[in-house]
């Protein structure tokens, strides 16, 4: 398994390098430049932040310096946060998404197997339907609809918790976006794992399990719960990536300073080094929880060794 | 400059008698009976997270507004706009391109040293500085003497037209007359900076901990894209009349987002309501909502290079059919005024033109049109292409615009919704037949609206010309005589306007809701509210 992570870690560089490559020209091929403002600076203004940021050089030239600069673990400068270096703003944006991204999944993953578990047991009854109702709730609904009805009611109307901001990983400020993320979640946890429950408790290991006499409980979480989990293994690497580095509307609906809402103003602002620096991040993670996904494979089905 | 002697000596003589100004210290003025709350706390939102704290590097809203104060000038503007006194104690203009600064000896930096003219005379070299690429640079750069130069580099930074003639006593000099350098000196990319502090911290010498500043305040927090947050400065010279002991500045853009943090009590301060909402807030917080109209202009950037559109008939008739009455009030219906020339109301040095059909009835408009794109060759079911920034807003009013075009004149409007940035780039680039477009004062000077049609100016989207007017804005700048040059400058706009360069549509105002406990907020025709003169109500 070890030399398998390895050569899973080598591959990352020239997926890597080619997510960087292709990035670097699309950024470059549209149309607008980082200092185009309504007051359009004048062509000596211009001029000196294009040396400022080495943006007078041949394209290939500025690559070349980006690759430099960034295998020395330096991400460069902000365009447009010029008191920043990309990795300052990274650096601070990184954990906050973390920790509401990150907790939501951790905190959909156990309420979404849980529901998804009842509603298989419970196929078809009054419970089922429920919780799929829930769950269809949570996925038909967009994000910034339900983000501000929970403002509505539990920062305007009841006055629990703030109605957004941030501030130093106080939780106050963290429940309602992850309650907005966990619900969002729960949905397709919920269906993914009631498909799949009900598909194992069909087969014939389990049925063999019951002809034994062996308790529910037992029958659902010593033998069918780990089958039944490798769908939800599957669509939570996308789920978690999307959470932590794509929550642009929940950050938005709750002024969160997230990396979401980073990536899309520096797209808006054409700030070249900064979205260069969060692709190469969101690469990784992604590449990461690829991996963890599918070491999770082996640890659930015996039947795949690497 | 092409004066001869005596008229410069005239001149300066009614100039001196026109800029004395005297030292008294102006600052929050609380009324009578205003019973202060004993928390003096302000959150307000400043729309998006500041682009930077270096007061040369500030171009957007919340850096302009955080950084007025923290920084002091020489001098500053109230919340009507008024240029009060700042570090500089009074002023004088002494030759049509000289003023003098005579600085207050109590003015001190955040560390407790004093802040002297040598501090100026870094600052500004600072700004124009090629290295230092502040984007304002150009624009404020080229009123002090070779500051042009400079930020293009053929001259050293020493060569700038500042002076500490002792420590207390600033000389300006500029390379033409410029009468409003009292209200351009207001700006904070002018003010002081703290030479010892950046050579210590290079970049990050506005880090919280790490600034020293002059202004009201000093900075105690700064959490990207989530706060900032300054707190009373103790040395300042003036801190007697300070009463906020707090201020956060939030980086809220969605204005949605925006007003649930007010109604939830965690902003004092709505920057811009969501579109179409100004109605509703009006009758839901008749106390709250403040509107006032500010030195900016709505307005459409004809290509007077098009092939179409290079008919000045042409250009006129699309002018001339869109109501800005309807516009106004049942379109973007937020308390905007019409307008009908570069020059928007309040604005001094140029008196606000119009044009005749503005009185008349619209469908006496209309048949005018109707025959001016007649002799014009234009036919009815002719193409336009208008290009616009994807919002809400500046959808509507395309919308309206195209269906007058449309119900009028009978042509087509392709409407062409495009992201910023492009917008920009296309308009920057002429590369586009009707586009969008705004400019909101930098000072209040009509030069700073003659830009957008004067020719060859960067900031000239329509890329028309009138040499005539050109000649007049030139007569205009060299005078001394205030009188002569807004003639001059009036006469100019009118001339440049009879053109049909663009279509001015509306003057902005900004509509907001601001707590009914927050004071001191007054009708700031720059918008510009310093954090000095506002305090919060016992409530």
Not at chain 1, 75 to 102: E, H, M
Not at chain 2, 191 to 210: N, Q, S, V, Y
Not at chain 2, 305 to 314: A, F, G, S
Not at chain 2, 517 to 532: L, Q, T
């Given at each position: 398994m070890w030399s398998y992570t390895f050569r899973r870690v080598l591959a990352t560089i020239p997926t890597l390098l080619a997510v960087i490559t292709v990035c670097y020209l699309l950024l470059h091929l549209t149309p607008g430049g980082p200092f185009d403002g309504e007051r359009k600076v004048s062509a000596a203004v211009l001029a000196n932040l294009q040396a400022k940021y080495h943006l007078d050089l041949p394209l290939w030239q500025q690559y070349l310096y980006y690759i430099k600069s960034l295998l020395q673990g330096d991400l460069g400068a902000s365009f447009r946060y010029a008191d920043w270096s990309v990795n300052d703003l990274v650096g601070k944006a990184l954990p906050v998404s973390a920790a509401i991204?990150?907790?939501?999944?951790?905190?959909?993953?156990?309420?979404?197997?849980?529901?998804?578990?009842?509603?298989?047991?419970?196929?078809?009854?009054?419970?089922?339907?429920?919780?799929?109702?829930?769950?269809?709730?949570?996925?038909?609904?967009?994000?910034?609809?339900?983000?501000?009805?929970?403002?509505?009611?539990?920062?305007?109307?009841?006055?629990?918790?703030?109605?957004?901001?941030?501030?130093?990983?106080?939780?106050?400020?963290?429940?309602?976006?992850?309650?907005?993320?966990?619900?969002?979640?729960?949905?397709t946890i919920g269906r993914v794992m009631r498909g799949s429950m009900i598909e194992v408790l069909g087969s014939n290991f389990i049925r063999t399990a019951r002809a034994k006499g062996l308790p529910m409980r037992t029958i659902v979480l010593r033998h069918a719960l780990k089958p039944a989990l490798m769908p939800v293994v599957s669509v939570i690497g996308p789920l978690a990536i999307s959470s932590i580095t794509a929550a642009v509307v929940t950050e938005t609906v709750f002024g969160l300073p997230g990396l979401g809402k980073l990536i899309v103003n520096g797209a808006a602002n054409r700030d070249y080094t900064l979205v260069l620096g969060l692709v190469v991040l969101v690469t990784v993670i992604t590449v990461v929880l690829n991996l963890l996904v599918d070491l999770a494979y082996a640890l659930l089905d015996p039947k795949i060794r690497y | 400059m092409h004066h001869n002697k005596s008229l410069r000596i005239t001149a300066s003589a009614v100039a001196l008698a026109l800029a004395a100004c005297s030292g008294l210290a102006l600052a929050a003025q609380v009324p009578a009976g205003v019973k202060l709350a004993a928390k003096q706390e302000l959150t307000r939102n400043t729309g998006s997270e500041p682009e930077s704290l270096d007061p040369v590097l500030a171009e957007s809203v919340p850096a302009n507004t955080i950084t007025a104060d923290l920084f002091e000038g020489l001098?500053?503007?109230?919340?009507?706009?008024?240029?009060?006194?700042?570090?500089?104690?009074?002023?004088?203009?002494?030759?049509?391109?000289?003023?003098?600064?005579?600085?207050?000896?109590?003015?001190?930096?955040?560390?407790?040293?004093?802040?002297?003219?040598?501090?100026?005379?870094?600052?500004?070299?600072?700004?124009?500085?090629?290295?230092?690429?502040?984007?304002?640079a150009s624009t404020y750069g080229i009123f002090i003497l070779n500051g042009k130069e400079i930020t293009e580099g053929k001259k050293p930074a020493s060569a700038l037209g500042v002076k500490a003639v002792d420590k207390y006593t600033l000389e300006v000099q500029t390379p033409y007359p410029v009468p409003f350098m009292p209200s351009l000196v207001a700006n904070t990319q002018l003010a002081p900076l703290p030479k010892a502090t950046i050579d210590k911290f290079g970049k990050d010498w506005t880090k919280p901990g790490k600034m020293v500043s002059n202004g009201a305040f000093a900075l105690k927090d700064w959490q990207v894209n989530s706060k900032v947050v300054v707190e009373k400065n103790a040395q300042y010279w003036d801190v007697k009349n300070v009463q906020l002991g707090k201020i956060t500045y939030l980086p809220?853009?969605?204005?949605?987002?925006?007003?649930?943090?007010?109604?939830?009590?965690?902003?004092?301060?709505?920057?811009?309501?969501?579109?179409?909402?100004?109605?509703?807030?009006?009758?839901?917080?008749?106390?709250?909502?403040?509107?006032?109209?500010?030195?900016?202009?709505?307005?459409?950037?004809?290509?007077?290079?098009?092939?179409?559109?290079?008919?000045?008939?042409?250009?006129?008739?699309?002018?001339?059919?869109?109501?800005?009455?309807?516009?106004?009030?049942?379109?973007?219906?937020?308390?905007?005024?019409?307008?009908?020339?570069?020059?928007?109301?309040?604005?001094?040095?140029?008196?606000?033109?119009?044009?005749?059909?503005?009185?008349?009835?619209?469908?006496?408009?209309?048949?005018?049109?109707?025959?001016?794109?007649?002799?014009a060759g234009v036919q009815p079911g002719t193409k336009l292409k208008f290009a616009y920034n994807t919002s809400d807003y500046h959808k509507k009013m395309a919308i309206f615009a195209a269906s007058e075009w449309k119900s009028k004149l009978g042509l087509n409007t392709e409407l062409e919704s495009l992201e910023f940035k492009v917008l920009l780039k296309k308009r920057h680039d002429a590369d586009y037949q009707i586009a969008r477009n705004g400019w909101v004062a930098d000072y209040n000077d009509a030069t700073t609206f003659l830009a957008l049609v004067q020719c060859d100016n960067d900031q000239n989207d329509n890329k028309n010309c009138n040499a005539k007017a050109e000649a007049l804005i030139k007569q205009g700048s060299d005078t001394t005589d205030q009188a002569k040059r807004k003639q001059l400058f009036t006469q100019a706009v009118k001339m440049i306007m009879d053109d049909y360069p663009m279509i001015p549509l509306l003057q902005y105002t900004a509509p907001r809701l601001v707590k009914s406990y927050v004071g001191g907020y007054g009708k700031n025709p720059m918008d510009r509210y310093r954090g000095k003169d506002l305090y919060i109500i016992q409530h």
């Amino acid at each position: 398994m070890w030399s398998y992570t390895f050569r899973r870690v080598l591959a990352t560089i020239p997926t890597l390098l080619a997510v960087i490559t292709v990035c670097y020209l699309l950024l470059h091929l549209t149309p607008g430049g980082p200092f185009d403002g309504e007051r359009k600076v004048s062509a000596a203004v211009l001029a000196n932040l294009q040396a400022k940021y080495h943006l007078d050089l041949p394209l290939w030239q500025q690559y070349l310096y980006y690759i430099k600069s960034l295998l020395q673990g330096d991400l460069g400068a902000s365009f447009r946060y010029a008191d920043w270096s990309v990795n300052d703003l990274v650096g601070k944006a990184l954990p906050v998404s973390a920790a509401i991204g990150g907790g939501a999944i951790v905190i959909s993953l156990f309420i979404g197997v849980a529901l998804g578990i009842v509603a298989a047991l419970r196929q078809n009854s009054i419970i089922d339907y429920l919780v799929m109702l829930l769950g269809n709730i949570g996925g038909a609904f967009p994000s910034f609809v339900l983000g501000p009805v929970l403002v509505m009611v539990f920062a305007i109307g009841l006055e629990w918790l703030p109605a957004g901001g941030w501030d130093d990983f106080s939780l106050r400020y963290m429940v309602l976006p992850m309650a907005l993320l966990v619900f969002i979640n729960i949905s397709t946890i919920g269906r993914v794992m009631r498909g799949s429950m009900i598909e194992v408790l069909g087969s014939n290991f389990i049925r063999t399990a019951r002809a034994k006499g062996l308790p529910m409980r037992t029958i659902v979480l010593r033998h069918a719960l780990k089958p039944a989990l490798m769908p939800v293994v599957s669509v939570i690497g996308p789920l978690a990536i999307s959470s932590i580095t794509a929550a642009v509307v929940t950050e938005t609906v709750f002024g969160l300073p997230g990396l979401g809402k980073l990536i899309v103003n520096g797209a808006a602002n054409r700030d070249y080094t900064l979205v260069l620096g969060l692709v190469v991040l969101v690469t990784v993670i992604t590449v990461v929880l690829n991996l963890l996904v599918d070491l999770a494979y082996a640890l659930l089905d015996p039947k795949i060794r690497y | 400059m092409h004066h001869n002697k005596s008229l410069r000596i005239t001149a300066s003589a009614v100039a001196l008698a026109l800029a004395a100004c005297s030292g008294l210290a102006l600052a929050a003025q609380v009324p009578a009976g205003v019973k202060l709350a004993a928390k003096q706390e302000l959150t307000r939102n400043t729309g998006s997270e500041p682009e930077s704290l270096d007061p040369v590097l500030a171009e957007s809203v919340p850096a302009n507004t955080i950084t007025a104060d923290l920084f002091e000038g020489l001098t500053a503007t109230d919340s009507f706009g008024k240029v009060v006194p700042g570090v500089a104690e009074s002023w004088k203009q002494t030759s049509p391109t000289t003023w003098v600064f005579k600085l207050r000896k109590n003015a001190k930096w955040s560390d407790g040293s004093a802040v002297t003219a040598s501090d100026f005379v870094y600052g500004w070299q600072r700004f124009v500085e090629p290295k230092t690429a502040s984007p304002y640079a150009s624009t404020y750069g080229i009123f002090i003497l070779n500051g042009k130069e400079i930020t293009e580099g053929k001259k050293p930074a020493s060569a700038l037209g500042v002076k500490a003639v002792d420590k207390y006593t600033l000389e300006v000099q500029t390379p033409y007359p410029v009468p409003f350098m009292p209200s351009l000196v207001a700006n904070t990319q002018l003010a002081p900076l703290p030479k010892a502090t950046i050579d210590k911290f290079g970049k990050d010498w506005t880090k919280p901990g790490k600034m020293v500043s002059n202004g009201a305040f000093a900075l105690k927090d700064w959490q990207v894209n989530s706060k900032v947050v300054v707190e009373k400065n103790a040395q300042y010279w003036d801190v007697k009349n300070v009463q906020l002991g707090k201020i956060t500045y939030l980086p809220i853009e969605d204005h949605n987002a925006d007003v649930k943090l007010y109604e939830s009590g965690e902003n004092d301060w709505v920057l811009e309501l969501p579109s179409g909402t100004y109605d509703k807030y009006k009758t839901q917080y008749p106390k709250e909502i403040r509107n006032a109209p500010f030195l900016g202009l709505r307005y459409y950037s004809l290509n007077n290079k098009d092939p179409l559109l290079k008919d000045v008939r042409v250009r006129k008739a699309l002018s001339m059919v869109i109501d800005r009455d309807i516009l106004a009030k049942k379109v973007t219906a937020d308390g905007q005024s019409p307008a009908y020339s570069a020059i928007v109301a309040g604005t001094a040095g140029a008196d606000v033109t119009s044009y005749d059909w503005a009185k008349w009835p619209m469908a006496k408009r209309v048949e005018e049109a109707k025959k001016l794109l007649a002799q014009a060759g234009v036919q009815p079911g002719t193409k336009l292409k208008f290009a616009y920034n994807t919002s809400d807003y500046h959808k509507k009013m395309a919308i309206f615009a195209a269906s007058e075009w449309k119900s009028k004149l009978g042509l087509n409007t392709e409407l062409e919704s495009l992201e910023f940035k492009v917008l920009l780039k296309k308009r920057h680039d002429a590369d586009y037949q009707i586009a969008r477009n705004g400019w909101v004062a930098d000072y209040n000077d009509a030069t700073t609206f003659l830009a957008l049609v004067q020719c060859d100016n960067d900031q000239n989207d329509n890329k028309n010309c009138n040499a005539k007017a050109e000649a007049l804005i030139k007569q205009g700048s060299d005078t001394t005589d205030q009188a002569k040059r807004k003639q001059l400058f009036t006469q100019a706009v009118k001339m440049i306007m009879d053109d049909y360069p663009m279509i001015p549509l509306l003057q902005y105002t900004a509509p907001r809701l601001v707590k009914s406990y927050v004071g001191g907020y007054g009708k700031n025709p720059m918008d510009r509210y310093r954090g000095k003169d506002l305090y919060i109500i016992q409530h």
